[in-house]
């Protein structure tokens, strides 16, 4: 029998709607959730194994905000705001990479130590003495967890540090050992022509996978249950079926793989998805560990970002199942997208009645509810105006 964490008990009579259909195509409310979902709430931007060494840094790009993760010559990995107090340039124009003492913008030349403060300016002669601290790069809240590095833009916030946030899942994910795993491939992205919400929704609730994922059906469809969003964390579990291995990529993993004796007898033969409010979630299989996570680009188009990650010491027979994993996953990913445009595409339409959930799509609601509480306004069925969007909701957040 699978275990459990936690109460997943759903309840009767339960509120079977999604959210509005309005709400996947307001500009307004996009800007209401940028502001109260996105900006307040922990974002995963890599992994320590992404920095390992004085210098070394790595950009995220998302919701108007830019973030510069590096580590300093005293070994502490920092997030800053890559933007420059001299006239907002991007003081750090690749993805990733590493500078060796300092970091200079490209635009006039101001100079920043790899803390952040700034070390001088471009012909400093031309400005009153400034303060290195005050006009260094500003800093962003961080927190590292299990080797996630997670950032929030906005200081402070609704949700506890990420080491309470994740307590309830702490125990399980020890086993793994994540914080010393390596990169697999890089950081990748890639867009999709849908509401951010949309991706969301797919990817909480696995009432789908017997008939829109063969391959994952065919790897653990019978064992797999999903447990609810509570306090901003849900999971879902699975083990391999008895007789998997009908489709290719399966056959093969599942003859390939080695026993993973590091882990505890119920987790050798698990994959594990946990989601963490609002967009982000850590997929672990017995040889690698995984995040992925969303952010729109605006109301009908959406940023997908992740990493994979190893173990440092991985056999050849490691290598090859997180492989045929990645094979799996990849196709996986794949067939959600699809998913995922055809249901917002439907929302446009008149005819759109909005969802009825069944009970094994609770986690869809659960995670709808913890948007309603950020963005009370999604409890309206009827859009409001445009113009009186930001408006109305402070009046409900007032209320609440």
Known sequence: ???????????????????????????????????????????????????????DYLTMDVIGERALIVRGKDGVVRALNNMCRHRGSRVVADSQGTCKNALVCPFHGWVYNLDGTLR???????????????????????????????????KGGPQ????ELLKPIEAEIANYRVADMVPSWGIWTQKSPVNWKS???VDNEGYHVAMAHPALQDLYGATYFDEPFINGV???????????GRR??????????????????????????????PNNALSIMPE????????????????LRGAIYRYKDETREQAAARYLAYRIDRDTMN??????????????????????????????????????????VLNLETAPEEKDMWGLNDALRSRG
């Open 199 to 201: 991706v969301r929704d």
């Open 288 to 303: 690698s560990v995984q995040f992925y996570q969303e952010f729109p680009l605006s109301t009908g188009e959406t940023l």
């Open 120 to 154: 001088g300016a471009a012909r400093p002669r031309s400005f009153p003495e400034l303060d290195n601290t005050e006009f260094g790069l500003m800093p962003l809240d961080l927190e590292i967890w299990m080797g996630f590095i997670f950032i929030r833009f906005r």
């Open 234 to 244: 849900s999971r879902s579990f699975a083990t391999y079926n008895p007789h998997a």
């Open 248 to 277: 290719w990529s399966v056959g093969q993993y599942i003859r390939i793989a080695p026993e993973p004796t590091h882990l505890p007898q119920h987790l050798r033969k698990a994959w594990i998805y946990y989601g963490i409010f």
């Open 160 to 163: 506890p540090s990420v080491a």
């Open 1 to 55: 029998m699978n275990p459990h964490l936690r109460d997943v008990a759903i309840p009767n009579d339960w509120d079977r709607r999604g959210l509005p259909g309005w709400s996947y195509h307001s500009n307004a409310l996009l800007e209401l959730e940028q502001e109260y979902v996105f900006r307040n709430h922990w974002q995963i931007a890599g992994h320590v194994s992404d920095v390992p060494n004085a210098g």
């Open 335 to 376: 067939e959600d997208v699809q998913l995922s445009v055809w249901s917002n595409e439907s929302m446009l339409s008149e005819a759109f009645g909005g969802f009825y959930l069944s009970d094994l799509e609770y986690g869809v609601r659960t995670h709808h509810d913890h948007l309603r509480k950020q963005v009370p």
